[in-house]
């Protein structure tokens, strides 16, 4: 039971570029979301899914998509990548029953 | 929206209890948690509260809750050194669970 994984844990991008990153969950939690974690700013939430096939914006959407084609995998794409992207992004899910989040290791992102 | 406030930072010598404070806004919060975050890694969820309860103990660990106030604690007994890390206050609504509101979050320093 690996919990939830994200891939990669650290990746450097130029302006302009495209990436996506990669997150799976082994729990079977219909929530998925992806948080990002700035100084000073907490997490703020980027886009959510409530199962496969359902996907909407959270705070911070703007640059962004979203896909939920299984339970399982919930990837991040960033469409132009902007040095005001540098951040570290979370994954994390959530089950029915549980109280809480579980959340995977992070991406830490560098643009520029 | 909602809001959660924390301080950003707390010094307390190994041994001594810790106590972080944690304010939020939202009225009709249901479940009140606390995450820790250790460097390089994700959120861990540490103890969480329902919120109609006042108090929960586990081990080293007292939460209190003051409905009323909207005020939120997390008390660290016997602090340790392992305890270092960034502690985050959240709390879930009741538009569903990724409603989560995550604050700043508070980073403790443990003294040796």
């Known amino acids: 039971n690996a919990g939830v994984t994200q891939t990669p844990k650290f990746q450097v991008l130029k302006t302009g570029q495209s990436m996506t990153l990669q997150c799976a969950q082994d729990?079977?939690?219909?929530?998925m979301s992806w948080y990002r974690q700035d100084p000073g700013m907490g997490l703020r939430l980027i886009h959510y899914?409530?199962?496969?096939?359902?996907?909407d914006q959270g705070e911070v959407p703007n640059g962004y998509n979203v896909s939920r084609s299984t339970t399982e995998d919930f990837p991040l794409r960033l469409l132009s990548a902007a040095p005001s992207q540098t951040s570290v992004y979370f994954c994390?899910?959530?089950?029915?029953?549980?109280?809480?989040?579980?959340f995977g290791s992070g991406t830490r992102l560098t643009v520029v | 929206g909602e809001d959660v406030e924390q301080s950003l930072f707390l010094s307390v010598r190994e041994g001594d209890s810790s106590v972080i404070n944690c304010t939020y806004t939202?009225?009709?919060?249901?479940?009140l948690y606390w995450y820790k975050q250790e460097p390089g890694a994700g959120l861990q969820l540490l103890t969480y509260?329902?919120?109609?309860?006042d108090m929960k103990q586990d081990q080293r660990l007292t939460v209190l809750l003051n409905k009323k106030d909207k005020h939120l604690s997390l008390r660290i007994a016997d602090t340790q050194t392992g305890d270092s890390a960034i502690y985050f206050c959240?709390?879930?609504?009741?538009?569903?669970?990724?409603?989560?509101?995550f604050g700043i979050g508070t980073k403790l320093q443990v003294i040796p």
């Open positions: 994390a899910s959530f089950g029915q029953g549980k109280a809480g989040y579980t």
């Open positions: 729990m079977n939690h219909e929530y």
């Open positions: 899914s409530v199962g496969a096939g359902i996907t």
């Open positions: 939202d009225s009709s919060s249901t479940y």
């Open positions: 509260i329902f919120s109609n309860m």
């Open positions: 959240a709390e879930r609504g009741t538009g569903g669970y990724q409603k989560v509101t």
